[in-house]
């Protein structure tokens, strides 16, 4: 098996390829080995590398998150983790957790909106969320008030320094263009 690895604008994570699908059912990202604990071997035992502190599973790829050290020493560990946990057929997520959770919280915007919330969920699915997966990251909607669009970032998008750039020069202009409504997009806290 060859796990292909990518940087990501973000010098924090490492995005590993090992050319397989990793996740049919949407994102799923463990913030802390607690949560990976619950729901997944394969994240569970990537946290149990010193210095890992996030993982995210995208469709074929997961992304994986240092707190400290330098990725040539983290990489090795990393690569052999995922390579023998695949190998072995082992499940990616346990019993009950198969549907990936994508609960960022409950999404908000008032009723009156909900053709507006539709084009701006439309363009993000369709134009954002491709291009910042393949950065190794997810960005999924979560609210709009007062002409701000709010968005959950993940993955290799949270803590990115260009993330504000991402957020104010890439999505804010692509929405504000096809939404004239949307004033301003902001990341929601972590």
Same mark, same amino acid.
């Given at each position: 098996?060859?796990?292909?690895?990518?940087?990501?604008?973000?010098?924090?994570?490492?995005?590993?390829?090992?050319?397989? @699908?990793?996740?049919?059912?949407?994102?799923?990202?463990?913030?802390?080995? =607690?949560?990976?604990?619950?729901?997944?071997?394969?994240?569970?035992?990537?946290?149990?590398?010193?210095? @890992?502190?996030?993982?995210?599973?995208?469709?074929?790829?997961?992304?994986?998150?240092?707190?400290? =050290?330098?990725?040539?020493?983290?990489?090795?560990?990393?690569?052999?983790?995922?390579?023998?946990?695949?190998?072995?057929?082992?499940?990616?997520?346990?019993?009950?957790?198969?549907?990936?959770?994508?609960?960022?919280?409950?999404?908000?915007?008032?009723?009156?909106?909900?053709?507006? /919330?539709?084009?701006?969920? !439309?363009?993000?699915?369709?134009? /954002?969320?491709?291009?910042?997966?393949?950065?190794?990251?997810?960005?999924?909607?979560?609210?709009?008030?007062?002409?701000? @669009?709010?968005?959950?970032?993940?993955?290799?998008?949270? =803590?990115?320094?260009?993330?504000?750039?991402?957020?104010k020069h890439g999505i804010e202009n692509l929405l504000r263009h096809f939404v004239? !409504? @949307?004033?301003?997009?902001?990341?929601?806290?972590?």
């Amino acid at each position: 098996m060859f796990i292909q690895t990518e940087a990501t604008p973000n010098p924090a994570t490492l995005k590993f390829l090992p050319g397989r @699908v990793i996740s049919s059912n949407g994102v799923a990202e463990f913030r802390n080995a =607690g949560e990976a604990a619950e729901r997944s071997p394969l994240a569970a035992k990537l946290f149990a590398i010193p210095g @890992v502190n996030g993982v995210l599973f995208g469709y074929d790829f997961i992304t994986v998150s240092k707190e400290s =050290g330098e990725w040539e020493h983290l990489k090795p560990a990393v690569l052999g983790t995922i390579m023998e946990h695949l190998m072995a057929d082992a499940p990616i997520m346990t019993g009950e957790a198969t549907a990936f959770d994508h609960s960022d919280g409950e999404e908000f915007f008032a009723p009156e909106d909900a053709d507006i /919330v539709e084009t701006i969920k !439309e363009l993000i699915e369709t134009r /954002v969320r491709p291009a910042v997966a393949r950065d190794g990251g997810d960005i999924t909607f979560r609210g709009f008030e007062h002409g701000i @669009v709010y968005l959950n970032m993940r993955g290799s998008c949270a =803590g990115c320094p260009s993330s504000t750039a991402t957020l104010k020069h890439g999505i804010e202009n692509l929405l504000r263009h096809f939404v004239p !409504e @949307v004033q301003g997009v902001e990341a929601m806290p972590q």
